[in-house]
């Protein structure tokens, strides 16, 4: 009698156990699988971690530009990154926006202050690192220049040959500029004041004078002297 008794307790065990197997298999297969196959696969897609972009871009070539000029509108040309934004910079302060092209060429008029300008090109790219140009330090001189001979005075006339030299004396109001007379240059001393030596032919002698400077400005003056052997 205590056998089947045994008997029974263990079959009713292997059927709790199947029962249980059974119940597993199946919370496996519903939940576990579907679980596990997200894990690996992140929601069915590929995930890529994206890193940031920290490069700036290349730093703004700009093109040669005049030490000096007399208008008031400078041409910045140069290259960057392609499709970069571009700040131009006069002063450090923003005289125009645009965009490289392309190629990362660019070409831009910005506007001067009078004086001394310090001119620089600012790129950005999509990410927002920033890369700026070196600075170039260019002259907006839009002052008149002027110059005059002072001696000797329009229709001297000189006799003999110990008259045949004469000294040709003048001013220009920007003493940095540079004076040619009859194709000669000429130095100036820190007033403007120069001086020039000129030997006569006979008869009518034109005497020119012609000063520029740096930003383009130019003035000249002429006088005719008269020289009898």
Known sequence: MAGRYRNNQEKNRSRFYILLSIIFVFVVYKWGIPFFMKIVAGDGSIKVSQEKD????????LSALPEATNSSSLLIEGYTE???????LVNDK???TDKANTDGSFSKTVT??????????RAADEAGNINISEVKIVIFDSKPLEIS????????EFFGKNNQVVDIQGFVNKPESQVII???FVTTNKEGIFLHRIQLQSGNNEIKAVASDKAGNSAETKINLLYTP
């Open 54 to 61: 920290i490069i700036p871009p290349q730093v703004p070539i």
């Open 182 to 184: 009859n194709n000669s």
């Open 149 to 156: 001979i002072n001696s000797p005075k329009e229709g001297s």
């Open 82 to 88: 392609p499709n970069a934004a571009l700040d131009f």
């Open 94 to 96: 923003i005289s125009v």
């Open 112 to 121: 001067l202050d009078l004086a001394s300008n310090r001119v620089q090109v």
